[in-house]
């Protein structure tokens, strides 16, 4: 199937969402039992973290941690907003710098000024968007980024999902003092297929949409260990505690250029694999056997790969063995742990 298929579904009583590009499954979000990132809470500060420059706070989820903060002490409170998936046994990661986003807008309370993506390159577009920008926000101190989904989309949708932002920030920000409480939930799957595919799409919301388009044999491949990489070679995406391990193996191809195809092929799509698996943290590759000189090459795929990702991803070097190492934000729970 040609073109871009959203499917919005359910497994069991959890939401679920999936995007398919020409028959592809490009990205998938799942509900959890988990705070969902973009929670916003009122926390109570209770010790500082010493050496780490940090803050343990209390939620109504159970306690979190903060980074970057100075100058403050037990009791007080502090309005924060979850940036990802805790580690078994650790705290929730949140970050004092709140957000509020949508489809259209970003508000950012502290942040003044108006900026629009720098996707959007046509001038004419840029001061259509900052006029309307204008007329919905008032001069103070939140700020607004337009985000590049805003090129050719209705004017009156823009305006209207900025007002819906600034008005939500306004109400949250004011309510800073009292007891731990949320404030506000991170968004589900469905609303968050709304807010992050924004391309033109075809959407299949009826129930039964994951089976009707493979997308429940898809989960059940990612299940497995190896991702065939066509022909012989393949590549093993193995999590561990510490990290997750992805060997490049070029199976029974014994060409001078084996390797190098391999490698190649495996960068350009774990992403893509990382992505729907939901893993992050530290990942360390093993590419296949190829000279030195080709490392630049992977390299540039390798890079070119993880700036069509959606997940921040930053490429860290080679080790002296020869190692590709990756740090990428935990923003989804892994598969193993959601189809449980």
Same mark, same amino acid.
């Given at each position: ?16 969402? /999936? ?8 990205? *998938?979000?799942?509900? %959890? ?12 500060? #209770? ?27 037990? +009791?007080?409170?502090? *309005?924060?907003?979850? %940036? +990802? ?37 046509? #001038?004419? /577009? ?43 920030? /306004?109400?949250?920000?004011? =309510? ?22 924004? =391309? ?16 429940? =044999?898809?989960?059940? +491949? ?6 065939? *990489? ?7 995406? #193995?999590? %561990? ?64 790969? *993880?700036?069509? =990702? ?31």
């Amino acid at each position: 199937m040609k073109g871009r298929l959203i499917a919005l579904d359910h497994i069991g009583d959890r939401e679920a969402a /999936a995007l398919m590009v020409d028959g592809v499954v490009e990205d *998938l979000f799942f509900d %959890t039992d988990q705070p969902a990132p973009g929670t916003i809470y009122r926390a109570i500060v #209770e010790r500082p973290m010493k050496g780490q420059g940090g803050m343990f706070l209390r939620t109504p989820d159970g306690s979190a941690f903060v980074r970057q903060v100075k100058g403050l002490s037990p +009791g007080q409170t502090l *309005l924060v907003q979850v %940036t +990802g998936y805790a580690e078994p046994g650790k705290a929730i990661p949140v970050t004092h710098k709140v957000l509020f986003k949508s489809r259209y807008a970003i508000v950012t309370p502290d942040a003044p000024g108006i900026n629009v993506s720098r996707r959007i390159k046509d #001038e004419d /577009a840029r001061e259509e968007l900052l006029a309307v920008a204008h007329d919905i926000m008032d001069e103070g101190d939140f700020g607004l980024i337009l985000r590049s989904s805003c090129e050719g989309a209705d004017a009156g949708e823009i305006s209207d999902d900025i007002a819906a932002m600034a008005d939500l920030a /306004a109400k949250v920000m004011a =309510d800073a003092t009292g007891d731990a409480e949320t404030l506000t939930l991170g968004d589900g799957p469905h609303l968050l297929a709304w807010r992050e595919w924004t =391309d033109k799409a075809e959407i299949d919301s009826t129930d039964g949409s994951f089976d009707r388009h493979g997308i429940l =044999d898809v989960l059940d +491949g990612l299940k497995a260990r190896d991702v065939p *990489l066509g022909g012989p070679a393949s590549m093993a995406i #193995e999590p %561990t505690r510490a990290l997750v391990a992805v060997d490049v193996n070029t199976g029974g191809d014994t060409s001078p250029a084996a390797g190098l195809k391999a490698n190649l092929a495996a960068v350009k799509d774990l992403p893509r694999q990382l992505r729907l698996r939901g893993l992050g943290g530290q990942i360390v590759i093993d590419p296949a056997p190829t000279a030195k000189k080709d490392r630049r090459q992977i390299e540039s795929a390798l890079r070119a790969a *993880l700036k069509r =990702d959606s997940v921040e991803t930053v490429f860290v070097g080679w080790t002296p063995l020869g190692h590709i190492e990756l740090q990428r934000k935990r923003d989804r729970l892994s598969l193993s742990e959601v189809l449980i």
